[in-house]
């Protein structure tokens, strides 16, 4: 969730290839995305970053507008509903074959 807040001010995120941020954080789209651990592809991440701000303020527009788009209430609800829809059905599917 924290890449989330982060995203939607509007900041890249570098992020470790953990926990699903490869979910929600497009490498060199809207961030980078390093290994676990190893510190000198988080110095180069940064160093990639600040280093050029034409990019910097690509994956910044970048970032927000993927969390506009992907992250919005609307869509979590809805996929919330999708996944007990989906269990629902397999629930009665199942009383059905086994009365």
Known sequence: ?????????????????TGGFELV??????GSIVDC????????AFSEMASDPVRLAAMSRSSRKRIEESFTIERKARTLV?????????????????P
Request: with cysteine; charged share 25%.
């Open 1 to 17: 969730m924290s890449q989330q807040i982060t995203l939607s001010s509007g900041s890249p995120v570098i992020a470790s290839r």
């Open 82 to 98: 999708d996944v007990y829809e989906t269990f629902s059905k397999c629930e009665a599917e199942e009383v059905l074959r086994n």
């Open 25 to 30: 954080i497009r490498d060199q789209v809207d």
């Open 37 to 44: 651990g190893d510190s000198a592809q988080i110095a180069a």
